[in-house]
């Protein structure tokens, strides 16, 4: 008794079946961009939070007695490697490890010295998985710990 017609309502949504993917495709890169960029914030904050543990953990290691700077780098770039980071510059007392023309280490750890600072340094360019490195430059990631030496005589003095 009542026909209905069908033949309106499925003209209707024979135009619109392209609509969903035109507005997928105009979307998704955003969006696709939108999460890679998370997800680089969040390695580079790790990355950040490392280097600042790999500067304590250096300056612990080379602030007892018999420790040499050389220890204290090789440390840290142990506990850089972890996360992959890569071009690390570490520093301690302004030495990085590597003996001079007269065979010694400058700035090594005495029995005199007094308190150790580690530097460490990590370029941004080749640490990043999303972002190009034109776009960063030469911004870098800088992290730092100073600690007083259990070596000199004046440790113990302010206890």
């Known amino acids: 008794m009542f026909a209905r017609n069908t033949r309106g309502i499925k003209n209707r949504s024979s135009a619109r079946q392209g609509v969903t993917a035109v507005e997928f495709a105009c979307i998704a890169p955003v969006f696709l961009w939108v999460i890679f960029t998370c997800f680089e914030f969040a390695r580079l904050s790790t990355m950040r939070n490392i280097a600042q543990n790999a500067a304590y953990e250096a300056s612990r290691y080379v602030m007892a007695e018999g420790a040499k700077v050389s220890d ?79 070596r000199y005589r004046g440790f113990y003095d302010g206890l």
């Open 72 to 150: 204290g780098i090789g440390r840290a770039q142990q506990i850089l490697a972890r996360v992959g980071t890569q071009g690390a510059i570490v520093t301690i007392n302004g030495s990085n490890g590597v003996p001079g023309p007269n065979g010694t280490v400058p700035n090594e750890i005495t029995f005199q010295t007094e308190s150790v600072s580690c530097r460490i340094e990590i370029p941004l360019a080749p640490n990043t998985l999303v972002f190009p490195a034109s776009l960063l430059g030469n911004k870098i990631v800088v992290s730092g710990s100073s600690l007083r030496t259990e």
